[in-house]
């Protein structure tokens, strides 16, 4: 019933996420109103009707709508965001970015990949669940927040420290397709993000005197100090079986001297890292300083120094669920049933909305799964798959084989294959593991027998996510049988 509303919904879903293509969100100059307009109407016309808008700024407005379920239960949240990265360079569109185009199976459009087709399956999702689920165990919350391209304060910084959203887990549904299929990957790390500048001082004085007078042309000191960082920079961090090593990229940018007539006087470049979990900010600035003590030492003219950014960009902390999270353990299954393959796990390669959601607010979070591929979003000719967002969350089909407290069960022993079948590093600086989670598979398979109606119940929340249409077929197919009634 619940695919079935779906399907008769599928054209309504595309035209609602193609005017979410149409309706700008671009951030910077950051102003989600006109696109939270839209998203409200569409909810209502839903009936999905209520839902709270906080803002810490009224241009900034957050959506958090929540569905009631029959029974008491565990919280999940399923997370979109309603901004989109200014467009850029236009040239480079084949189309207009925000006049939304269906071609070859896709649609295209700013922000369709990252994260429009996503926020419009999520809210056809959770109006189906409501038409459809007669017995929702648990509430489930739909989050549609702000400002996740740029600051994060407007949106999940709000929501975690001062609106006090409180649930049990949540779902990202940013873009999980990096070079394959769409929901190619299941994120469990949320790498974090820091970003500094290394600023050097010389002597700014007339450039026809420096062959008679003392100076120093800090653009040449620039270029031996960046050389030399780019050897010899050594970071504190334990590798992650998703990931072996952060990835550093010194000069992101760089910023020296006046111009013809003026020896440099100040330059400085720009670094960007992305971190693993283990790693601090405290122990990143102290390898940094190592590095620069070790110039110092070498060359005792050096004026160099280490300025961060200012927070957020100071420290966005990386987050990570772990592999026997029940959470992990339903999602991979549902994955595989609607899919017909397991994504693999992996580490989602930037930050995201979970470095607010699961640090400040406490909530395990799951940083990507949902249609589209990462290595379109920010770029020019952006898209997403339309059957990937015609099918989304079916939450609410049980499973077929129970999980008896005390019992061993069919599931838990399905979490421990596709563990083992997982266990590859997928992050761009990683390479394959030698590790196949051997640990976690065990955890998991008791955590899912001794958590019985706990994992229960995630698995009828995250039954399924992001389908398309063949693959619903497919599973239709598979389990149009009747669903179990015994209880658990
Ligand atoms: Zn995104």
């Keep these: 019933m619940f695919l079935h509303w779906i399907d008769q ?56 709508f929540r569905l009631r379920g029959r029974r008491p239960g565990s919280v999940p949240v399923l997370r979109g965001h309603s901004d989109t990265k200014p467009v850029g360079d236009a040239s480079q569109w084949q189309t207009d970015p925000f006049q939304p185009v269906f071609n070859d199976g896709k649609l295209y459009g700013l922000g369709s990949t990252d994260m429009k087709g996503a926020v419009a399956a999520m809210i056809y999702a959770t109006a189906a669940l409501r038409e459809c689920e007669a017995d929702l165990v648990g509430d489930l919350l739909l989050v549609i927040n702000a400002d996740e391209e740029r600051s994060m304060k407007f949106g999940s910084e709000f929501l975690a420290k001062d609106y006090g959203l409180h649930a049990d887990v949540a779902l990202l549904g940013e873009p999980s397709g990096i070079d394959g299929p769409e929901f190619e990957f299941l994120h469990l790390l949320s790498r974090g993000i820091s970003c500094f500048r290394i600023r050097m001082f010389g002597t700014q004085m007339h450039s026809s005197l420096t062959d008679r007078l003392p100076s120093l042309n800090t653009n040449i000191k620039l270029a031996e100090v960046l050389k030399r960082m780019n050897r010899e920079l050594r970071l504190t961090f334990s590798p992650h079986p998703l990931c072996t090593a952060p990835t550093v990229n010194l000069a992101v940018r760089i910023d020296g001297g006046v111009g013809y007539g003026v020896c440099p006087g100040v330059a400085e470049f720009q670094t960007d890292i992305r971190t693993l979990p283990g790693m601090t900010r405290s122990q990143l600035e102290v390898d940094v300083e190592r590095f620069l003590d070790a110039m110092r030492k070498d060359d005792p003219g050096l004026r160099v120094e280490l300025e961060f950014e200012q927070p957020p960009l100071d420290w966005i902390p990386p987050t990570e669920v772990p592999a026997d999270h029940l959470l992990v353990a339903a999602l991979l299954i549902a994955a595989e049933q609607v899919l017909g393959w397991r994504p693999r796990l992996s580490a989602f390669p930037g930050g995201t909305d979970a470095s607010k959601f699961q640090v400040l607010a406490g909530i395990p979070t799951i940083p990507s799964f949902g249609p589209g591929w990462l290595r379109l979003a920010h770029g020019p000719n952006e898209c997403v798959g339309t059957e990937a967002i015609t099918m989304p969350a079916a939450m609410s089909r049980r499973y ?61 929340m995250f039954q399924s996510s992001f389908f398309t249409l063949k693959e619903t077929t497919r599973y239709l197919h598979q389990f149009a049988r009747p669903v179990p009634t015994q209880p658990f």
């Design 400 to 460: 077929e084989c129970g999980i008896m407290p005390g019992s061993k069960c069919v599931c838990s022993l399905e979490v421990a294959r596709s563990m083992s079948g997982n266990a590859v590093r997928t992050c761009p600086s990683g390479s394959r593991s030698s590790g196949t989670l051997t640990t976690a598979i065990r955890k998991s398979e008791a955590a899912a027998v001794a958590s019985s109606v706990e994992f229960r119940m995630f698995a009828d």
């Design 9 to 64: 919904h599928r054209d309504e879903l595309l035209r609602f996420a193609a005017g979410l293509v149409a309706t700008p969100s671009p951030n910077l100059p950051g102003d989600e109103r006109a696109v939270v307009a839209v998203i409200l109407a569409e909810m209502n016309r839903l009936g999905l009707s209520g839902a709270d808008i906080a803002a810490k700024e009224p241009n900034r407005p957050n959506v958090i």
